[in-house]
């Protein structure tokens, strides 16, 4: 947003977002839709056809369609340049909770209780965590072209030893990553004490 104040440009940009709460309206204080929103897409001159957010509010029949039809996009825009990821707890990335299939693409998933635990502050309290959300799958994050992590904090340097440094399996999804030839990862001190 700074840098477009500045007078770079957003108009060539496609955006698809990795995940959202299922079932949540777009209104929703937690909705990544209403974040993305206020925090980046209201604030830049990025068309509104080029922003994508999976639909968290539709009805769970109308879902599956939705999920292949934001996978027909991507491939549509010509595949994803980077994709920006976070690493949950459990070794999540999007919200491909551990046993996500390495050629899962967009789908809806069930979230892991952690995940839940994790998310609750952005709610009146847990048991008002969705308990399902719409995500990018581990075969559709792999084939962006380039992949950045971000890892911050003592409360990931377990997971993110167990996703470089175990074995590469659907138990801690980010471990799939160490496929990819293209991986950037920005970790604080303390996500990296357990490294060897």
């Known amino acids: ?87 949950g707890q459990n070794g999540h990335i999007g919200f491909n909770e551990p046993g996500s299939a390495r050629e899962s693409r967009t789908r809806l998933v069930t979230l892991d209780p952690r995940t839940r635990a994790d998310n609750a502050a952005a709610f009146a309290d847990q048991d008002a965590v969705p308990r399902h959300a719409i995500t990018m799958g581990i075969a559709t994050i792999l084939d962006a072209r380039r992949i950045v992590m971000l890892c911050f904090g003592a409360k990931k340097a377990q997971i993110l030893k167990a996703a470089l440094e175990g074995p590469i399996a659907s138990s801690v999804p980010a471990s799939f990553l160490r496929e990819h030839p293209n991986v950037t990862i920005y970790a604080d001190r303390d996500a990296t004490t357990l490294l060897r």
């Not at 039809?69 to 976070?86: P, S």
């Open 1 to 87: 947003v700074q840098q477009h104040a500045a007078g770079l440009s957003f108009r060539l940009v496609t955006t698809f977002n990795l995940d959202e709460y299922w079932p949540i309206e777009p209104t929703h204080p937690a909705s990544f839709h209403r974040f993305m929103h206020e925090r980046l897409f209201d604030r830049v001159d990025l068309p509104r056809g080029q922003r994508h957010v999976p639909h968290g509010w539709l009805d769970e029949a109308a879902i599956a369609g939705h999920c292949a039809d934001y996978e027909a996009k991507i491939v549509a825009a010509g595949g994803i340049d980077l994709a920006l990821l976070g690493l």
